[in-house]
């Protein structure tokens, strides 16, 4: 585990190599039923999230179980999950349990890796723009633990009851396959390829028809004046 927490750092929250976050490649959605126990309150407080999205590396299964927060690190709040003190209190009647991360600072991995380091059977993370969607995170070689990302809207609701000491417990459920939503460039390249190949054939059709028809209107003229002298000559000598 420690070769995958000193992974390096790549471009913010993802990893620099492998973009997955364009719309050419396919992604997974998740569904995410979130509950929350107030202090007091008879019923709980439900809500559901359903632009979660499945990370490229992720295993697209079903997990519950309690959201936890990065404790604070020296008096100030961490919510990255970056610094190699990030730490979470775990309460010892709690089976399992997700970690709640914000996207920014270092890559998907080394979050993830952080909290698989301390047994978290999911991390959710969320956006650091409000006006972003979430990305297909990439994030290879950690493990069969289940990563999503989610809006800063959403993250930010979730993370306000817990900074609250609120109980707060997830479900992620696999939602939709979607495919790609653009050609790829090797696609586009071979259906330019053949579009260019086609009006080749086209304009050559076209070519030899309207040759073959002056050839056959020149022919039917001089056929014709042909006709009318022979008319004519057979008319004198008549």
Not at 156 to 170: G, T
Not at 172 to 181: E, L
Not at 211 to 230: C, G, H, L, P
Request: hydrophobic share 40%; net charge positive; glycine share 8%.
């Amino acid at each position: 585990m420690g070769a995958s927490l000193r992974a390096g750092r790549g471009s913010e929250g993802g990893e620099r190599p492998r973009r997955a976050d364009n719309a050419s490649q396919e992604y997974y959605t998740a569904l995410i039923n979130v509950t929350v126990q107030e202090p007091g309150r008879g019923a709980p407080l439900t809500f559901r999230i359903d632009r979660g999205r499945y990370g490229l590396d992720s295993p697209k299964a079903e997990v519950r179980g309690q959201v936890l927060a990065p404790l604070p690190i020296h008096g100030v709040a961490d919510h990255l999950g970056c610094d190699p003190q990030t730490r979470f209190f775990v309460p010892p009647n709690i089976k399992q349990w997700i970690a709640l991360l914000q996207r920014g600072n270092c890559t998907f991995k080394e979050k993830i890796s952080r909290a698989a380091f301390h047994n978290a059977v999911a991390v959710v993370i969320y956006n650091n723009k409000s006006k972003e969607e979430p990305v297909t995170m990439t994030h290879p070689g950690t493990g069969d633990i289940i990563a999503v990302m989610i809006t800063e809207l959403r993250g930010k609701d979730i993370l306000s009851y817990l900074e609250k000491n609120i109980s707060v417990q997830m479900t992620i459920a696999v939602g939709t396959r979607m495919p790609p939503k653009n050609f790829s460039r090797g696609s586009l390249v071979f259906v330019s390829i053949s579009f260019i190949v086609l009006m080749i054939i086209s304009s050559a059709w076209l070519i030899f028809y309207f040759i073959q028809k002056i050839r056959y209107t020149n022919a039917r003229d001089r056929n014709q004046v042909s006709y009318q002298y022979s008319v004519v000559m057979n008319a004198y000598w008549l």
